[in-house]
């Protein structure tokens, strides 16, 4: 069993310091922090769409293409095992909207921690904010992929989970 929260985090703080919007959703699974780190990065498994290239080590790449809506490529830029996962979107283009290659230079995050009931799989994808014109559907995409589709492959080993608006 699993329990999840999505939203964007809205920490807003003044006087020099940082705003910041970046969507975040956060899953506990009664998994270890190892087993939710490899089903993370066994991306085929719980993203639709056609995937090409590797995410095992540090400066992988792989892209991820969902015909007629999704184009992306991202860099492994950090793996700490059982605790932490980065992605750098090097090269996006996100049709139907004015700036396609909003998610470029955006890192995708996932970070493990061990709780009593299994792993806290928190996500935050750096840079996806309610400015973005594609924030509503990204959102409810990324909400899909993490809570539905990763989380039934961490806790069943099965995937992935069909989108549910083919």
């Not at 809506?69 to 700490?80: C, D, G, N």
Request: with cysteine; aromatic share 12%.
């Amino acid at each position: 069993m699993a329990s999840d929260a999505s939203h964007y985090s809205s920490d807003e703080h003044h006087g020099g310091r940082m705003t910041n919007q970046d969507y975040t959703t956060t899953v506990v699974v009664e998994r270890s922090p190892e087993e939710a780190f490899g089903a993370i990065n066994d991306v085929r498994r719980w993203w639709t769409g056609d995937i090409d290239g590797d995410s095992h080590e540090v400066g992988d790449e792989f892209s991820y293409r969902y015909p007629g809506a999704h184009y992306s490529r991202q860099r492994v830029t950090e793996l700490v095992p059982g605790q932490r996962i980065v992605w750098r979107v090097v090269d996006s283009h996100l049709d139907g909207f004015d700036d396609p290659s909003e998610w470029t230079g955006t890192d995708i995050v996932f970070d493990l921690t061990p709780t009593p009931q299994g792993t806290e799989v928190s996500f935050r994808h750096v840079g996806l904010v309610p400015d973005f014109e594609c924030f509503d559907n990204c959102s409810n995409a990324w909400g899909f992929l993490v809570n539905a589709s990763l989380t039934n492959l961490i806790s069943t080993g099965e995937g992935p989970t069909p989108l549910p608006f083919d």
